[in-house]
């Protein structure tokens, strides 16, 4: 009973990372329609910084996910800045995701140049640890990662319907040349979301690299928030939670009961057979897509 | 409709290229390593040219590209291997099973861009991580060891300088293969589906069936290479046929230019002897990569093959030099 409590949160847990990355990728698909491969790479950015100010300043875990969140974020902005916006107009949006792929490659590397190839763990009180509460054990930092992410869902839900940016933003989503026409500044809209997805994708990559590791190849990890974005029908922001945290339970038990050799296939397997039935994703209401 | 396309196909150009390609080996003879770095430029060549009819020609985002190339070369290494198949039989079951491979992702082709291309990157992935799971089968991360030298009619191709001759014969089938394949009816309805799907549709065309046709072609070509390369190196591993090696391969037909068979071959030599001489840009030759990727996409989409068109158009004794590439 227990193992399979702890199992639900741990996979609930990894879910909610996920999430959080998944989020950021539906709201810039939502936007701009690009398919946005960099951004697993924020997220292990996002992990890399957060070592560096863990073993140089000791910061406390939550001011950890801050400064690195507004890191990525500025990061996630430049690359929009400099790399999408200019040629948005323009160029064929294959194109655009190729160039994705491009900034990919760039952020890996200059992560490889940085922080080296070796795995880095972080300090050891930022490692989660498991405590026993009358006979069941309990990692209190899996609990704080789903509280995180549920507080981070509950926000963005409160901003996108109660606040007047987040109206505009979703206006701005659904149909760009309308707001336009409503006075809304597209192009500030769409800073906003690389910013917003990018802090995101910045704080979810000091969770998962707390439990994991710091590595260059961390956006592997990332990858997996396609998958759950899809899930959750692309573009949802409501769904990529939710996909985020079906995605990480499939996998966790899966890794259980099938094998953790197998679990990636699993998950990815199901990804597919998806997209397949339900192209919509599971919560999809079949105006995912984009035309 | 044969006539002109043999005539378009032996141009001069196109003549000289070819004698001056099987000329190659005996000026490099002194050179084991030279002889390497061709034989595997060919092999990519091979790869470029078939993600340059999927991707360019059809305009589909496969993604999994290298997953398929991976099917072939661990089919062949396992079948002559573990089941002392012959490498005739194991080169054409190797691209038997990467047009299986192709089969089970088709239905994926009904998905709509977007969806299509994250389906055909995870496909990739899934072939990968197969690869280094199944230990049984591929030996997982260590790689698969003592891959024979293949033998033909008798003949067992051991140096370079004779596999070189191997690869260039199959390089030519399948350029002629790719390139009457676009003179066709068919080339017309691929072309006509790229610019635009939904008239195609409204005329009557099974789009469906032609995109799972160009999968099937390139997955097939994807096959022949993997088995190429596996009895070439006699050794094989999982990151040979994993992401990296799919966007090395896109990167190639990018860069070489989108909807140009020379330009894929261009792009492919460029590519290799970048990652080979990395000597000549160090660390920063990946980060060089990402760059060049995201300029070419924001200021010359159509690769070095459109700039030389742009040139071309200029000098009006430049339009000659075509070598049987197909107008876009």
Redesign the interface.
Same mark, same amino acid.
């Given at each position: 009973m227990s193992e399979a409590l702890g199992l639900v949160v741990f996979g609930l847990a990894i879910g909610s990372i996920y999430s959080l990355v998944a989020i950021g990728f539906s709201m810039i698909y939502r936007a701009t329609g690009l398919v946005h491969f960099a951004h697993p790479d924020l997220m292990m950015i996002g992990g890399m910084i957060g070592y560096t100010l863990a073993t140089r300043t000791g910061l406390p875990m939550p001011l950890l996910f801050v400064c690195s969140g507004l890191s990525v974020a500025g990061l996630s902005w430049l690359i929009d800045r400099v790399g999408f916006r200019p040629i948005r107009r323009q160029a064929a949006l294959l194109n655009l995701i190729i160039a994705t792929i491009g900034w990919s490659i760039i952020l890996v590397n200059v992560a490889l140049f940085v922080w080296g190839t070796a795995p880095l763990s972080y300090p050891q009180e930022y490692l989660p640890k498991g405590r026993t509460i009358g006979g069941i054990v309990i990692v209190p930092q899996n609990l704080a990662m789903l509280a995180v992410a549920l507080a981070a869902m509950v926000a963005l839900h409160l901003f996108f319907t109660r606040t007047v940016v987040g109206q505009a933003l979703r206006a701005t989503a659904e149909n760009p040349v309308a707001a336009q026409l409503m006075g809304i500044r597209i192009e500030r809209m769409m800073m906003l979301t690389f910013l917003m997805s990018g802090f995101l994708a910045g704080g979810a990559g000091v969770l998962v690299a707390s439990i994991v590791y710091a590595n260059f190849d961390l956006g592997l990890i990332g990858i997996k928030s396609f998958a759950a974005a899809v899930l959750g029908g692309f573009g949802q922001v409501g769904g990529a939670m939710v996909g985020g945290l079906v995605l990480g339970l499939v996998e966790t038990i899966a890794a259980f009961y099938v094998s953790s050799a197998y679990k990636d296939i699993v998950a990815y397997t199901l990804l597919i057979l998806i997209l397949l039935v339900r192209p919509e994703g599971l919560l999809g209401t079949g105006r995912a897509r984009r035309d | 409709m044969t006539i002109s396309w043999r005539r378009r196909f032996w141009t001069p150009t196109s003549g000289v290229t070819v004698a001056a390609l099987v000329a190659v080996p005996p000026l490099l003879a002194s050179s084991p390593y030279y002889l390497f770095l061709l034989n595997t430029i060919a092999v990519f060549v091979m790869l470029a040219l078939g993600l340059q009819l999927v991707l360019g020609y059809g305009?589909i985002?496969q993604l999994g590209y290298a997953g398929f190339f991976g099917l072939g070369a661990y089919t062949s290494a396992v079948l002559t291997v573990h089941h002392g198949w012959p490498f005739p039989a194991a080169f054409v079951a190797a691209m038997v099973v990467a047009v299986i491979g192709a089969l089970v992702m088709s @239905? +994926?082709v009904?998905?709509?861009?977007?969806?299509f291309?994250?389906?055909t990157? =995870?496909?990739g992935? +899934?072939l990968e991580? =197969?690869y280094n799971?199944w230990s049984a089968m591929t030996n997982g991360p260590i790689g698969f060891r003592g891959i024979p030298p293949p033998t033909l009619l008798g003949l067992t191709v051991r140096e370079p300088e004779h596999y070189y001759y191997l690869l260039l014969a199959a390089l030519l089938a399948e350029y002629l293969l790719i390139s009457r394949l676009l003179h066709s009816p068919f080339g017309t309805v691929v072309r006509a589906m790229r610019e635009n799907e939904t008239a195609c549709r409204t005329a009557g065309v099974d789009v469906t069936r032609v995109k799972v046709t160009l999968l099937l072609v390139s997955s097939a070509i994807a096959g022949a290479a993997g088995s190429l390369l596996a009895h070439m190196n006699g050794f094989i591993s999982p990151p040979t046929f994993g992401w990296a090696t799919s966007?090395a391969v896109?990167m190639m037909v =990018?860069l070489g230019g989108v909807r140009s068979l020379p330009g894929a071959i261009v792009g492919a030599v460029v590519i290799r002897l970048v990652v080979e001489q990395t000597s000549v840009l160090g660390?920063?030759s990946? +980060?060089v990569?990402?760059?060049?990727?995201?300029l070419f996409?924001?200021f010359l @989409?159509t690769g070095l093959a459109g700039l030389v068109g742009r040139v071309s158009a200029r000098v009006p004794w430049a339009g000659r030099l075509g070598t049987g590439s197909v107008p876009s």
């Open positions: - | 305009g985002l @239905p +994926i009904r998905l709509h861009d977007v969806n291309a994250m389906a990157f =995870v496909f992935l +899934i991580l =197969v799971q966007v896109l =990018v660390q920063y990946n +980060i990569f990402g760059v060049a990727l995201v996409m924001a @989409p």
